[in-house]
């Protein structure tokens, strides 16, 4: 098979942010359902169940959220779980 190598290697996009692109709260089935997409089209899901699930359920349904958007809330959530470095910054829309 015939390839070209190429003289310079082509660097891949570079990560900078992330935004939420899914919130699905399910009580009955006791899932919280979470993603984020970052500039470069990566989707990062994080799925808790159980208990877990339900405990951010009701934290949610109580939080003020004119305080800290829901958005912000799950971004810094998954961002502490370790699935991605950071902060969050601007305004909720």
Do not use: C
Not at 9 to 25: C, F, N, Q, S
Not at 47 to 68: C, F, H, P
């Amino acid at each position: 098979m015939e390839i070209l190598t190429l003289a310079a290697p082509v660097a891949p996009p570079t990560v900078t942010d992330y935004k939420v692109i899914r919130i699905d709260l399910n009580r009955k089935e006791q899932i919280f359902h979470m993603a984020a997409e970052s500039n470069t089209g990566v989707i990062v899901e994080r799925i808790e169940r159980g208990d877990v699930a339900m405990s951010l359920m009701i934290a949610l349904n109580k939080a003020n959220l004119s305080i800290k958007s829901l958005e912000r809330r799950v971004l810094e959530y998954m961002a502490g779980k370790g699935d991605f470095a950071g902060s969050v910054t601007g305004a909720p829309d």
